[in-house]
């Protein structure tokens, strides 16, 4: 009996169909904080800090317990949105105001890729890929966002923070400043009410939501609703308003049906500052109105596992599979070819890539596509880890090698009883080597 044309057509339409993509393509919100610790979530062990709506969303999904970004906020920015190590767009370090490094107009960014496809794109918050206060070509406008309102680099570049900051942070929408210096403690119930709006003006467009919060980066602070409201101090007072802040949103996609074609993640852009100068403890902020790292070793600014490894989730019902939790390593760098090819897209050729597709793994269907990841700190090459391996070649000392599945938190070095470990690591990071600029030598 043959099929009917119709039948057969639809057939064929179904087989020749790229992997993952669906009848509508999902939108993408991503939830960026900013220096908020591995171990400041309910949902990851924090005993005080109240965090329902992000516990939700990892509940809902798949809660990432080996999410690793970079160390540091500027890095970690260019990775998440090229799908490519810091050091490849020159991104080593954070640029504060009037540095002349930013963000290139070759890179393409996860707006740009998705723009193509037909996606409506929107950022809110904290961009430091460029002071675009100084140079408008760094401006994310510029690099794949139809609508933007946010700053060119963190809150605390001012003063008594930063000393040559003399007329304070501006706040931009679009090209225009509109406000200077910024109330800071306002930003993230403003980030908030303009993710809603951008959602509602979508109109049916597919679109990509970037909500990157400037808290709780020092010094941490809450609007009034929220100030002095948690247990844990203004630390606590901030993450409790972001926590709000991603509820809001999330309440706002299933308000207009859009939920369940919703791709959310949530993470943070580095681990906590609790190793931050002096000059940052203003305003009566003492240590207590720091992040922790929880079990874990180090902090932002480090390749220790507590200055990249980061609090994250994934939520996407009906494709997702909900109450997933997973050990498994991925990175903010996964996140960048996953949603593109989400979108029907392609990865661009001509540069390299170091992130994979992540949906096999998400859906339930294979590991975690990634096998090793390497730590780089500025121009430094200092750390791989492959499996439950981490060799550190880092400060001047010998290798150390840690078992991260029975130690997270790198107390005990077992490189003597695992030499082979330690030599299939060091080939590892001897052949990555050269493709880091002003690398320094292996070490001893």
């Avoid at 920015?77 to 767009?89: D, E, H, K, V």
């Avoid at 918050?125 to 675009?132: A, E, N």
């Avoid at 700190?377 to 029975?406: C, S, Y």
Wanted: with cysteine; charged share 20%; hydrophobic share 40%.
């Amino acid at each position: 009996m043959k099929s009917p044309p119709i039948v057969l057509a639809c057939l064929l339409l179904s087989l020749a169909a790229p992997p993952h993509q669906t009848a509508r393509r999902p939108n993408v919100v991503i939830f960026l904080t900013d220096d908020q610790g591995y171990g400041d979530l309910s949902s990851f062990g924090h005993p005080t800090i109240r965090t329902p709506n992000i516990d939700r969303l990892a509940a809902e999904g798949i809660r990432l317990t080996s999410f690793y970004a970079a160390p540091s906020c500027t890095p970690s920015r260019a990775q998440l949105l090229t799908g490519r190590y810091a050091f490849r767009s020159e991104m080593f370090v954070p640029y504060g105001p009037g540095a002349p490094n930013g963000l290139a107009a070759h890179e393409v960014t996860l707006a740009d890729a998705l723009k193509r496809q037909g996606y409506r794109t929107g950022m809110f918050g904290k961009w430091h890929l460029g002071d675009f206060d100084t140079q408008p070509a760094f401006n994310p406008l510029r690099h794949g966002f139809d609508v933007f309102v946010g700053l060119p680099y963190s809150h605390d570049y001012r003063q008594p923070f930063v000393q040559d900051a003399v007329r304070g942070v501006p706040l931009y929408r679009g090209y225009d400043q509109i406000e200077r210096p910024v109330v800071a403690n306002t930003l993230t119930q403003r980030f908030t009410e303009e993710a809603i709006r951008f959602i509602r003006d979508a109109r049916g467009q597919p679109f990509f939501l970037y909500v990157a919060y400037n808290m709780p980066h020092l010094p941490a602070g809450a609007s009034d609703r929220f100030a002095g409201r948690s247990t844990a101090g203004r630390y606590g007072d901030a993450i409790e308003e972001i926590d709000w802040s991603v509820g809001q949103v999330m309440a706002e996609l299933q308000t207009l049906g859009l939920d369940r074609n919703t791709v959310a993640v949530f993470f943070s852009d580095n681990g906590p500052w609790s190793n931050a100068p002096a000059r940052s403890f203003q305003e009566g902020q003492t240590l207590w109105d720091a992040g922790s790292a929880g079990p874990l070793r180090g902090a932002k600014g480090t390749t220790w596992e507590g200055g990249m490894r980061v609090p994250a989730a994934i939520r996407w019902p009906g494709t997702i599979p909900p109450g997933q939790i997973s050990s498994q390593m991925v990175s903010e760098l996964d996140l960048f070819p996953t949603f593109v090819a989400l979108a029907g897209g392609e990865i661009a050729r001509d540069r390299p890539s170091d992130g994979f597709d992540l949906m096999p793994f998400l859906t339930g269907a294979q590991p975690a596509p990634r096998h090793e990841l390497y730590y780089v700190n500025n121009r430094d090459l200092q750390a791989v880890r492959e499996g439950r391996w981490k060799l550190r070649i880092a400060d001047g000392e010998p290798p150390a090698l840690f078992d991260l599945d029975r130690d997270p938190g790198e107390r005990l070095d077992v490189a003597s009883a695992n030499p082979d470990v330690v030599t299939r690591l060091r080939a590892s990071l001897d052949r990555f080597r050269p493709q880091v600029p002003a690398a320094r030598p292996s070490g001893p």
